[in-house]
């Protein structure tokens, strides 16, 4: 499972670099915007230039309306700012046509440019709350499109967590989804450490956090801390070995 932590600032993304043997993705992204608020293109690339060369890149484009020619632009901006994973938060489709219409946009935009670019097409657990289209049509969104990989968070940041409104067999259904459609699957959303081991087991491909490795556990007032990132992963690594243990064959 690979550890996606998303800075909000180029100080923050020191902090990153500093950790940079403890995560795998730096993901840019302005909180004060919104669950997957686009930062400037000008952040992406001093973040680009802080974070060591061998670590990927992603940003957001945003809590996207249903604009698809807005969105396409936007998308390209980041990845010409040296993004390599590329984010769409499908906030403003209610209907999976309309997400499939923005999604095939950006991918278009996206790989013209950078054929090797990886496009994620992001939904929110907590839709019900906002109207967008349901989660658990993200990885068929995805696949439809073009992209290569579905994504959830939550959308109201108000202290509850992905599973406090997808369940762990429901988020396990959307993993399932998107490797029967040859997919990455991440999960976010005020992702804790507890949160771990049931992500580990139903075989989430990213795992993406903020707040877990702010101090304080505040993804808005708190500042990414390399220890608490060090030891995230090292949960992670736990987990994993556990899982690997219970799940390897018996002679």
Request: aromatic share 4%; charged share 20%; with cysteine.
């Amino acid at each position: 499972m690979l550890l996606l932590i998303s800075p909000d600032s180029v100080e923050e993304a020191q902090d990153c670099a500093e950790a940079a043997e403890h995560l795998d993705i730096v993901d840019v992204k302005k909180p004060d915007e919104g669950s997957l608020g686009a930062n400037f293109p000008w952040v992406i690339r001093a973040i680009r230039d802080v974070v060591p060369a061998g670590k990927p890149v992603s940003a957001t484009v945003g809590d996207v309306p249903y604009k698809p020619g807005t969105v396409a632009q936007a998308a390209l901006g980041a990845v010409v700012s040296g993004a390599t994973y590329i984010k769409v938060g499908l906030y403003g489709c209610t209907t999976p046509e309309q997400a499939i219409e923005v999604m095939r946009g950006v991918v278009r935009a996206v790989k013209d440019h950078r054929p090797d670019a990886l496009v994620v097409a992001s939904g929110y657990a907590d839709a019900h709350r906002i109207g967008c289209v349901n989660p658990l049509a993200l990885p068929d969104i995805a696949r439809r499109s073009g992209a290569d990989a579905a994504m959830l968070d939550t959308a109201v940041k108000d202290g509850t967590g992905l599973f406090d409104h997808v369940t762990p067999d429901g988020c396990a259904h959307f993993v399932r989804l998107a490797h029967e459609a040859h997919l990455l699957a991440a999960l976010a959303g005020s992702v804790k450490v507890g949160d771990i081991g049931p992500l580990t087991r139903m075989g989430t491909d990213i795992v993406g956090v903020r707040g877990a490795v702010c101090e304080g556990g505040d993804r808005n007032a708190g500042r990414i801390r390399p220890h608490l990132v060090a030891a995230f992963r090292a949960e992670m690594r736990r987990h994993a070995l556990e899982h690997a243990a219970a799940t390897a064959p018996t002679s």
